[in-house]
């Protein structure tokens, strides 16, 4: 089929033609008016005792490492659950826009896990700028109060406690979203591929009854 036959059926088959354009321009505008997600991420640091003081959570190079994944397993979302993850994920990328995960950073691979560092991963996402602070706010808490808690049950005095500090110490919160030009661009391509493969199907309108009659005259 060449171009001019599709511009052939094109105008035969106008109703289709004119629905196909109308609903591509619908999801254009659908597309390039989502909103954009705000993600707020930052690193909490585990550190051993200021004092000398006994403590049995960091009795070894990789107590506090161990520490580290107990906190994240007791802290992480039921839904989201306590998977290592490597450096590059986040929850925007795998599609989530509200809510927020704490993992322990994975240094091996997709294959092996490998955990070098005492670290947490935070990651926290919402609707806009404020959201996604406060959520970054619930889940960090809630590593505080992890943290208090398994201290607790081993009772740890509070002059040999793990301390914690954040990295970088003043979280930035980033506007997610995809670029509108590709969006659009693929939306549209999308579109006309689509109208372009009913007008095929449908073919070219095969002439009346009137039509054949004068043919045939």
Same mark, same amino acid.
């Given at each position: 089929?060449?171009?001019?036959?599709?511009?052939?059926?094109?105008?035969?088959?106008?109703?289709?033609?004119?629905?196909?354009? $109308?609903?591509?321009?619908?999801?254009?505008?659908?597309?390039?008016? #989502?909103?954009?997600?705000? %993600?707020?991420?930052?690193?909490?640091?585990?550190?051993?005792?200021?004092?000398?003081?006994?403590?049995?959570?960091?009795?070894?190079?990789?107590?506090?490492?161990? %520490?580290?994944?107990?906190?994240?397993?007791?802290? #992480?979302?039921?839904?989201?659950?306590?998977?290592?993850?490597?450096?590059?994920?986040?929850?925007?990328?795998?599609?989530?826009?509200?809510?927020?995960?704490?993992?322990? /950073?994975?240094?091996?691979?997709?294959?092996?896990?490998?955990?070098?560092? /005492?670290?947490?991963? $935070?990651?926290?996402?919402?609707?806009?700028?404020?959201?996604?602070?406060?959520?970054?706010?619930?889940?960090?808490?809630?590593?505080?109060?992890?943290?208090?808690?398994?201290?607790? %049950?081993?009772?740890?005095?509070?002059?040999?406690? $793990?301390?914690?500090?954040?990295?970088?110490? #003043?979280?930035?919160?980033?506007?997610?979203?995809?670029?509108?030009?590709? #969006?659009?661009?693929?939306? $549209?391509?999308?579109?006309?591929?689509?109208?372009?493969?009913? %007008?095929?199907?449908?073919?070219?309108?095969? /002439?009346?009854?009137?039509?054949?009659?004068?043919?045939?005259?």
């Amino acid at each position: 089929m060449t171009a001019w036959d599709v511009l052939t059926i094109a105008a035969q088959r106008w109703l289709v033609t004119v629905l196909g354009l $109308v609903l591509t321009v619908g999801a254009v505008f659908l597309v390039t008016s #989502a909103q954009p997600s705000y %993600l707020a991420q930052v690193r909490v640091v585990l550190l051993p005792p200021a004092t000398a003081q006994p403590n049995g959570l960091t009795d070894t190079a990789g107590s506090l490492i161990s %520490l580290a994944g107990v906190v994240a397993k007791s802290v #992480a979302d039921s839904d989201v659950g306590a998977e290592a993850v490597s450096e590059s994920v986040t929850l925007t990328g795998e599609g989530r826009r509200e809510g927020y995960t704490v993992r322990q /950073p994975n240094a091996g691979g997709q294959w092996q896990y490998r955990f070098d560092e /005492p670290v947490l991963d $935070v990651q926290a996402v919402g609707s806009t700028d404020r959201a996604a602070r406060q959520q970054l706010d619930a889940a960090l808490r809630r590593v505080d109060s992890a943290l208090a808690d398994i201290q607790d %049950l081993q009772g740890v005095p509070l002059a040999s406690r $793990v301390r914690t500090i954040l990295n970088p110490e #003043a979280p930035q919160v980033d506007a997610v979203g995809g670029s509108d030009t590709r #969006a659009m661009a693929a939306t $549209v391509v999308a579109g006309l591929l689509v109208t372009v493969s009913v %007008l095929g199907y449908l073919g070219p309108r095969r /002439p009346g009854r009137r039509g054949v009659l004068a043919s045939q005259r």
